[in-house]
């Protein structure tokens, strides 16, 4: 845009009054520098809440049911029914979307300790599940392994067992596969240990604090028959969970006769609600963040343009001369617009540097003291925010200088050296 003499020029006519500069620059500095600190802790924020419910799949719906609250086909009202292990393949031959579906059995003791190891003992939730539980309500495998199939189809008596449940029965450091575990007084083998993704997420009971039966086992041996009272399942990511929510409903209340009015027979939730509620939640903070930090951007703006005009005040008579001995008013605006422009880009760039290092400074910091229920994680700007306030800063620059170069152009010559 300009030569190597205009770029020297154009520094030496910024320069001359060091002070009004520097104070005009740092309008701008302070607006980006703010937008990006309130940008970063926004996105800190948001991966630190996201962090909170990692464990559980987006597009995740839970079914569990009633009593009917409508007669039909012979049935009174107030019938209290199940699910049953049939409904299971049923739903998953009809609706082709859903790529892991799950029962889910609990069981809450009322006796003070119904885990039971050597002389440890606790008060545990009992669960029972199928292999795809883990791709629902996902949770970390410390040691050992999980539930799979052989384990399902052979009702084997194994276990898994959650962290705060390994704490508690087993000894530091004491390796707890293969061991035998009393649980509701059955014994069952330890094959492996498992963690939430985050002590915030409950669903019948956190897997922290849980010991996981493969599901037929857990059918046979408590003599749950075929019932099932709570079921989870995750579709595809071309399906919307809430697209087939109220279709899977209606399958099931036809299979078990109930009318398909009957809005409490069987109930429902679903995760992705709450995903959306959080993007929204999150996309007004961001918007909130860019209003006030391109605000506080716009006054530093209007002071450079303020300032533009105040130096082209200052040399009308350098201006008239120029027009004097033929500059062309393109030559007059380009000089004016590019002396708003270096100035804003380069008062811009040093407040985006320097919000940039100070919240990478904060980050590591955090990384370096990581906690399992961290609600601020990796409070880093993203490379579209960063290209986003550049551009900004550029075209702020640009529009700083237009008035003041319009005014400039509008002084003649001979009226310039008149005045002076």
């Known amino acids: 845009m300009f030569d190597f003499d205009g770029l020297k020029e154009i520094w030496q006519t910024i320069t001359r009054n060091k002070t009004r500069s520097l104070l005009t620059a740092f309008g701008v500095f302070w607006g980006i520098f703010l937008l990006v600190i309130l940008s970063s802790t926004g996105n800190g924020f948001e991966k630190g809440l996201m962090m909170q419910v990692e464990g559980v799949t987006p597009n995740t719906g839970f079914f569990f049911t009633g009593q009917t609250s409508e007669p039909y086909k012979g049935y009174q009202k107030g019938r209290s029914w199940s699910m049953q292990m049939a409904d299971l393949e049923a739903i998953r031959e009809a609706f082709p979307c859903i790529t892991a579906i799950s029962p889910e059995a609990s069981l809450w003791s009322s006796e003070d300790k119904n885990v039971i190891y050597g002389s440890h003992g606790g008060s545990f939730t009992v669960k029972g599940v199928m292999p795809e539980y883990n791709d629902i309500y996902r949770s970390k495998i410390m040691k050992g392994r999980y539930i799979n199939p052989t384990d399902i189809a052979a009702h084997r008596k194994v276990c898994l067992v959650g962290k705060k449940v390994y704490e508690t029965m087993f000894e530091k450091g004491e390796d707890p596969i293969g061991k035998m575990l009393k649980v509701n007084g059955i014994y069952f083998q330890v094959v492996g240990v498992v963690r939430s993704f985050t002590e915030n997420v409950n669903i019948n009971g956190t897997i922290d604090e849980s010991v996981i039966l493969p599901y037929t086992t857990m059918q046979q041996v408590y003599a749950l028959g075929d019932k099932i009272h709570f079921l989870a399942f995750v579709a595809d990511d071309d399906t919307p969970i809430s697209s087939i929510e ?175």
Not at 304 to 322: D, F, P, Y
């Open 246 to 420: 109220e279709d899977i409903k209606q399958f099931i209340k036809q299979r078990h006769d109930i009318a398909s009015t009957d809005e409490e027979a069987i109930n429902s939730f679903n995760v992705s609600e709450i995903f959306k509620a959080f993007k929204g939640l999150f996309l007004g903070i961001h918007i909130l963040i860019w209003i006030v930090g391109l605000g506080t951007l716009m006054s530093g703006i209007i002071g450079v343009s303020n300032i533009m005009l105040v130096t082209v005040k200052e040399r009308t008579r350098e201006i008239g001369v120029r027009r004097a001995i033929g500059a062309k008013p393109k030559n007059i605006i380009s000089q004016v617009l590019s002396e708003s422009l270096l100035l804003t880009t380069l008062a811009g760039l040093v407040g985006l540097c320097i919000g940039v290092g100070v919240m990478a400074i904060v980050a590591a910091i955090v990384a370096a003291n990581p906690t399992d229920n961290m609600m601020f994680q990796d409070p880093n700007l993203g490379f579209g925010a960063a290209v986003a306030a550049t551009v900004i800063v550029i075209i702020s620059g640009l529009l700083a200088g237009v008035l003041p170069a319009w005014r400039a152009i509008q002084i003649k010559a001979i009226d310039a050296i008149r005045e002076e």
